[in-house]
């Protein structure tokens, strides 16, 4: 029953190291600038793109601080 117990052990082992490594972390979205219009978080967000710097954006609202967040 021991052995049993310790093949059973290990197997689990194994196979959550290996889903651990095969996991790839979350892209995290970069804060590039603060605005209080939607229209300059926009106008800044489509320039971005135009110039290569970024793929995407997106204007966030929050409103604790009252104003747009523009996230690469």
Known sequence: MRKV???LIS???VLGVSLTIGATPAQAEKLVGA???YSECQRIGNYGVAQGWWEGYSCQWEGRYRY???YT
């Open 68 to 70: 747009y967040f523009l």
């Open 5 to 7: 117990r310790a093949v």
């Open 11 to 13: 197997a689990v082992m």
């Open 35 to 37: 605005f209080r219009d």
